[in-house]
C-alpha cells in the first residue's frame, strides 16, 4: 500500500506533469503491470510530454495488461531504456484513443514501432505493400493497415516527419490498401481477373499525395477487355472486381473500416456506370463534362491495376485538364462553386469547419488550383497534384508573390497540422474543431502549445484562418485571372510572330515598334519579365481597347522603366483588384494622365487601393501642402513642394474621370456624367485653392516670416470660385487685404503687393507640369486697376463705380486662400450687389443681353464652327452660364437656393423655385454638362487646352471614347453634340434673349 506521503508528493508531480486527473492517474500507476516502472522518473517525464498524458497511461496500462505470458518485461524496459520508440509508443498513445484500442487489441503491434528506431527510416510504397502482403481477407487487411497507420502516426506526434510527408506517407499506404484490396478481390474472382484489364485512377486528396489520416478515397475507375476477351463481359467483370474492392475497404468488420472509397467522381456520378473504358471517359469529357470535373481531375494519378491502362488514362485526360480554363465561365464557375460549398455548411458547424469553411483549408485548395488551371496550360511546371508543391512553383513562376505564398504556405500547413491531430484522436472523418475543453487541450498540446494549450491554439488558428481568407480573397477574386483564362490558347506567352500577329489583329498602328517594347518588358529569366509575361497578353487587350493602343504599350514601357526595380510595382498589378485595368485605361486615354504619372511614377499604387481614385477633401489638401511648405528650405523649395502634391493628385483625379468614363470589367462607365463633371470640378478646384494657399504661406513667409503686416485673402471667381475648374483652366482670383492694428496704410499696402508679385512670381516659374495661372483681370478697372485693394477700396469703388457685368462676375466669388474673417468680409460686403434688391431694372438686363452677343461676335476665334465652340459656340458654356447668371441677378434676393457660386446648383434651383420649366432645366443642364466634358476630355488626350475638338482622327476618336463613343462613330458624336447645343440655345433665346 502506497504511504500517505508519497501520495501527496505524487499528486503534485503527475499535476505538473500535465495530467488532468492526478488521483485516476495515480490509481492506474499502482496498477500490477506497470509495478516494475512505476517509480521510474523517465516514464513519467514521457507521459507528460504527451498530448495528453491521462490518456497515454491509461493506453499504456491497457497495453501492459493485454501483454502475452512473459512478454511484459520486455515491454517495460523498451519504456525506460529506448528513448526514441517510447517517445513515439507514448506519443501515439497520448494523441490516439483509436490506436490504443488497436495496441489492446493487438498487443504486440508496438514491436512494429522497433523496425523505424535505429535509423529513422522513412516507408513508401514498397514498403507499404510489404507491410499488407500477408493481408488476404477484409479483416487481416484492416489489421495490417492499422499496423502501418501506426508507424506513420508514431513519427508524426513525435516531430520525425512533417505534415506534408505524414500527408504522402498516408497516401501510399492508400495506394498500398488498394492495390492489396483489389489483389484479394481477384483472387477471389480469378475468372473475372482474366477477362479484363482493370485500372485504378486515385483523385483528391490520395491522387495529390496529401491524404488525411481519415478521409475517403476518391478513385475513378478504367476497364477494357483483356486480349481475345468480349469487351461487355470485360466491363461487367471490372465492374465485380471493382464493387468488391470499395467492399473491402469500406465495409465494416470487428476491426472497423479502413475508410470509404468514393467512386461519385466518375463520370456522370453515382448515375453512370462504375467502370468505363478510356474511349468512353474521353467521350464523355470532351462532350459533357462540367467545370468542376477538370478541376477534380487535376489530381488523377494511376494507383493500383494495370499500370499501363492507368497511364493511358492519365496521359489522354491531362490535355483536357489544361485546356478547361478556356472554356466559357471557367473562372466564374470555380468562384461560384466556392461560394456553394460555404453557402451549404449548417450555421452551427461554420465557425468551427476547419476545411470548408471561410479561411479554411478549401480556401487554399481552390485558390491553386484555379491559379493553376489558368496558368499552367502555357506553364508545365505548374502541373502538380500537391497543394504546397504547385503553390511553390506558382510563387517560383511569378503568379503568386513570394510573401502571400510564405503566408499561406504556414497556413495551409497549421491548418492541416490540426485537421490530422483532430482525426488521429479517433480515426473519424471529421473536420471539425472540437468544443470540448479537454479536446482542445489535447489538440493544442499535439500541436506543441504548452503553455495555455486552448488560448494558444485558437490564437494560431484564428490568425491563419484570417490570413488564408484575405489571401483567398485576393487571389481567388482577382480580374487579372479572369482576363488571363479568356486569352485564346498560345496567348498567354508571347513568341514573337504570334505577337505581332495578335498586335495587327488588335489595331496596333506600328506592329514593329510595339514588339521591340514587348521585348524589353518581357524577355529574359528574371522573376520580373516572368510576372510581364503573364501580364502583357491582357494588356495588350486592354489597351486595344482604346483610340491609341501604341501610345497605351509605349507609356506602359516607360512606367514599368521607371518603376522597374520597385519591388511592389509589378505585384500590385498581379494581385491587387483591377490595378493592371485600371492602369491600361489610364495609359492609353491619352497624354495627360500618362504625363502626369511619369513624372510621378510612385502614384500608379493610386490604382491598386480601392479608396485610391476617392478626391481627397480641400481642408486634407491644404493641410499638407502648408506643413511641406513649411518645411521647406526657400520659397523655391515650397513651391515645388506643392506642385508635387498637385501633380499627384491631378493624376489621382484624371484617373478617376477616365476610369469614371471608360469603365472596367468590374466597374461600368458611370452613367451619371453630371456627378462625374462635378467630381472633377470639385477636385480641381479644391486642389487649386490648397496650391494657392502655399504659395501665399511661402511667398509670406520668404519677406515676412511668421506675420504680415496686413490681413490678406484670395478670393476666386469665375470657374474657380464656382467649383467648375477644368484640367486647363485659369484661377481667376481677386486679392483683398486690411491693415492690421497699428500698421501704416501705406506699409500694408507694399506688403500686400509685393506678396502678390512673389506667388504670381512663384507659380510661374518654369515646370514641366500642367500650368497653373493665376488671372487677377476681373478686378475693380481690370488691368488698369491695382492688383489688391483693401476691403475699403473694394467698397468705395463697388458703391461708386461698379457696373453690371463686374456685379454679374462676383456671382461666383468665393474665399480660396489666406484669412478667412476677411474672406467673410468682403463676401458680406459684395452681396448686396450680386443679388440686388428688387432684382435687376430693365436697363441692366438690356446691358447684360448686350454685352453677351457683343461678346458671340467678337471673341469666338476667327475661323472657329460656333455649332462645335464649347464655350463660346451655339448653347455651349457661356450661353448656359449667362442664362443662368441672369437669373440669379433677377430673383436670388427673393430665392436663397439661387445664391451659389456652382452653375447647375443654381440651375436646379431655378427650376425649384419655378423659374424654369423641366425640360428647359433638363435641356440646359446636359449641354452643359456635354460641353464640359468635351473640354475636359481634350485637356485629357491631348495635353493642352483646348475648346474645340481635335481634328486629328485619332484625337478625335480618343475624345469619343472618353464620351462612351464606340470606334468608328466619331461622326455620331459631332452630330449629337450640335443636336444637344442647338436645343440649348433655342433655350437660352427664350430664357436670356427673351425671343
Not at 120 to 149: I, K, T
Not at 446 to 463: D, Q
Not at 557 to 572: E, F, H, I, M, Q
Request: glycine fraction near 8%.
Amino acid at each position: 500500500m502506497t504511504v500517505p506521503g508519497r501520495r501527496s508528493s505524487t499528486f503534485i508531480r503527475l499535476l505538473r506533469s500535465g495530467f488532468t486527473d492526478p488521483s485516476a492517474a495515480a490509481r492506474l500507476l499502482d496498477t500490477d503491470a506497470l509495478a516494475a516502472v512505476r517509480t521510474d522518473p523517465v516514464l513519467l517525464d514521457a507521459l507528460g510530454a504527451t498530448a495528453d498524458p491521462d490518456l497515454a497511461l491509461l493506453g499504456l496500462v491497457r497495453l501492459a495488461e493485454a501483454q502475452p505470458d512473459g512478454e511484459l518485461p520486455g515491454l517495460l524496459d523498451t519504456l525506460v531504456s529506448a528513448k526514441p520508440l517510447r517517445d513515439r509508443l507514448l506519443g501515439v498513445l497520448g494523441a490516439s484513443e483509436a490506436l490504443g484500442d488497436h495496441l489492446a487489441r493487438h498487443p504486440r503491434d508496438w514491436l512494429s514501432l522497433v523496425t523505424y528506431e535505429a535509423a529513422d527510416l522513412h516507408p513508401g510504397l514498397a514498403e507499404f505493400e510489404l507491410g499488407l502482403a500477408d493481408a488476404h481477407d477484409p479483416v487481416g487487411l484492416r489489421v495490417a493497415y492499422r499496423r502501418c497507420l501506426l508507424s506513420i502516426a508514431a513519427r508524426d506526434v513525435c516531430g520525425t516527419i512533417d505534415v506534408s510527408q505524414t500527408a504522402a506517407e498516408l497516401a501510399d499506404l492508400a495506394t498500398a490498401t488498394l492495390r492489396a484490396a483489389l489483389r484479394i478481390a481477384s483472387a477471389a474472382a480469378p475468372e473475372d481477373a482474366a477477362l479484363c484489364r482493370l485500372a485504378v485512377i486515385a483523385m483528391g486528396k490520395c491522387g495529390g499525395n496529401e491524404l488525411n489520416y481519415v478521409s475517403d478515397v476518391d478513385v475513378i475507375f478504367v476497364g477494357d477487355a483483356a486480349p481475345g476477351a468480349d469487351e461487355a463481359k470485360a466491363l461487367q467483370a471490372a465492374t465485380r472486381l471493382a464493387s468488391h474492392l470499395m467492399r473491402i475497404c469500406s465495409e465494416t468488420t470487428v476491426e472497423g473500416t479502413i475508410w470509404p472509397v468514393d467512386a461519385n467522381l466518375r463520370p456522370e456520378g453515382r448515375n453512370g456506370p462504375l467502370v468505363r473504358t478510356l474511349a468512353s471517359h474521353l467521350a464523355y469529357y470532351q462532350r459533357w463534362a462540367k467545370t468542376w470535373e477538370f478541376q477534380a481531375l487535376l489530381k488523377a494519378r494511376a494507383v493500383a491495376g494495370d499500370e499501363a491502362l492507368g497511364a493511358e488514362y492519365v496521359s489522354a485526360i491531362s490535355p483536357l485538364v489544361w485546356q478547361a480554363a478556356e472554356r466559357e465561365n471557367f473562372v466564374a464557375d470555380v468562384q461560384k462553386m466556392r461560394r456553394r460549398v460555404v453557402d451549404n455548411i449548417p450555421a452551427a458547424q461554420v465557425d468551427r469547419e476547419l476545411k470548408l469553411g471561410p479561411g479554411g483549408l478549401r480556401d487554399v485548395e481552390f485558390a491553386v488550383q484555379l491559379l493553376q488551371l489558368v496558368h499552367g496550360r502555357s506553364d508545365a511546371t505548374l502541373h502538380s497534384g500537391s497543394t504546397l508543391d504547385a503553390l511553390h512553383a506558382l510563387a517560383a513562376g511569378g503568379y503568386v508573390g513570394r510573401a502571400d505564398a510564405a503566408q499561406l504556405h504556414d497556413a495551409y500547413r497549421f491548418l492541416r497540422a490540426m485537421e490530422h491531430r483532430i482525426q488521429l484522436y479517433r480515426l473519424r472523418r471529421t473536420h471539425l474543431v472540437p468544443e470540448d475543453e479537454n479536446d482542445l487541450r489535447r489538440l493544442g498540446r499535439s500541436m506543441g502549445l504548452r503553455t495555455e494549450p486552448v488560448a494558444e491554439l485558437n490564437k494560431a488558428w484564428r490568425r491563419h484562418a484570417s490570413v488564408v481568407r484575405r489571401l483567398h480573397e485576393k487571389l481567388f477574386y482577382r480580374p487579372l485571372l479572369d482576363a488571363v483564362a479568356q486569352l485564346a490558347p498560345g496567348e498567354t506567352r508571347l513568341s514573337p510572330r504570334a505577337a505581332g500577329q495578335r498586335l495587327e489583329a488588335l489595331g496596333y498602328a506600328d506592329p514593329a515598334s510595339a514588339l521591340r517594347h514587348l521585348e524589353a518588358l518581357a524577355s529574359g529569366v528574371t522573376r520580373k519579365a516572368a510576372i510581364q509575361r503573364t501580364l502583357l497578353p491582357v494588356m495588350l487587350g486592354w489597351f486595344a481597347d482604346s483610340a491609341d493602343p501604341d501610345a497605351g504599350l509605349l507609356n506602359f514601357r516607360k512606367v514599368s522603366d521607371a518603376l522597374g526595380k520597385t519591388p511592389w510595382y509589378l505585384r500590385l498589378l498581379r494581385d491587387e483588384g483591377a490595378a493592371a485595368e485600371n492602369l491600361a485605361r489610364v495609359l492609353s486615354a491619352g497624354r495627360l494622365a500618362p504625363d502626369l504619372l511619369m513624372r510621378a511614377p510612385e502614384a500608379v499604387a493610386l490604382l491598386g487601393d480601392p479608396e485610391g481614385l476617392q478626391p481627397r477633401t480641400h481642408e486634407a489638401l491644404e493641410q499638407e501642402v502648408l506643413a511641406a511648405v513649411g518645411r521647406a528650405e526657400n520659397p523655391e523649395a515650397a513651391v515645388a513642394v506643392a506642385r508635387g502634391v498637385r501633380r499627384r493628385e491631378l493624376f489621382r483625379t484624371t484617373a478617376a474621370d477616365i476610369i469614371g468614363s471608360y469603365g472596367t470589367e468590374d466597374n461600368p462607365a458611370e452613367e451619371d456624367h453630371g456627378a462625374l463633371v462635378d467630381r472633377v470640378g470639385g477636385a480641381v478646384s479644391d486642389l487649386t485653392a490648397a496650391t494657392v494657399a502655399g504659395a501665399l504661406r511661402a511667398a509670406v513667409h520668404s519677406h515676412y516670416g511668421d506675420t504680415l503686416p496686413t490681413r490678406f485673402a484670395v478670393i476666386g471667381v469665375g470657374r474657380f470660385g464656382g467649383h467648375e475648374l477644368g484640367y486647363g483652366s485659369d484661377a481667376d482670383v481677386l486679392f483683398v487685404h486690411e491693415p492690421r492694428e497699428g500698421v501704416d496704410e501705406q506699409e500694408a499696402a507694399k506688403a500686400a503687393q509685393t506678396v502678390v508679385a512673389e506667388m504670381r512670381r512663384l507659380l510661374q516659374l518654369p515646370t514641366t507640369d500642367p500650368p497653373l495661372l493665376i488671372d487677377a483681370d476681373l478686378r475693380p478697372e481690370g488691368r488698369s486697376g491695382p492688383l489688391v485693394r483693401t476691403l475699403a477700396s473694394y467698397a468705395a469703388y463697388y458703391r461708386r463705380w461698379s457696373l453690371t457685368w463686374e456685379s454679374q462676375a462676383l456671382l461666383r466669388a468665393e474665399p480660396v486662400a489666406g484669412d478667412a474673417d476677411i474672406g467673410a468680409r468682403f463676401i458680406e460686403l459684395i452681396d448686396p450687389l450680386r443679388y440686388p434688391m428688387e432684382g435687376l431694372g430693365e436697363d441692366a438686363v438690356r446691358e447684360i443681353r448686350r454685352l453677351k452677343a457683343r461678346m458671340e461676335s467678337e471673341r469666338l476665334p476667327r475661323g472657329a464652327d460656333p455649332t462645335l465652340h464649347t464655350k463660346l459656340g451655339r448653347g455651349g458654356l457661356s450661353d448656359v452660364e449667362w442664362t443662368v447668371q441672369l437669373i440669379q441677378m433677377r430673383h436670388a434676393w427673393a430665392e436663397p437656393g439661387l445664391r451659389t457660386t456652382r452653375t447647375r446648383e443654381a440651375l436646379a434651383a431655378a427650376h425649384a423655385a419655378g423659374l424654369i420649366p423641366t425640360e428647359e432645366a433638363q435641356i440646359l443642364d446636359e449641354a452643359w454638362v456635354l460641353a464640359t466634358r468635351v473640354r475636359n476630355a481634350v485637356m485629357l488626350v491631348r495635353g493642352r487646352a483646348g475648346d474645340t475638338f481635335p481634328t486629328e482622327a485619332r484625337e478625335l476618336a480618343a475624345v469619343g471614347r472618353y464620351l462612351g463613343y464606340a470606334e468608328g462613330t466619331v461622326g455620331e458624336l459631332l452630330d449629337d453634340y450640335r443636336r444637344i447645343t442647338r436645343r440649348a440655345r433655342a433655350v437660352v433665346d427664350e430664357l436670356f434673349y427673351g425671343a
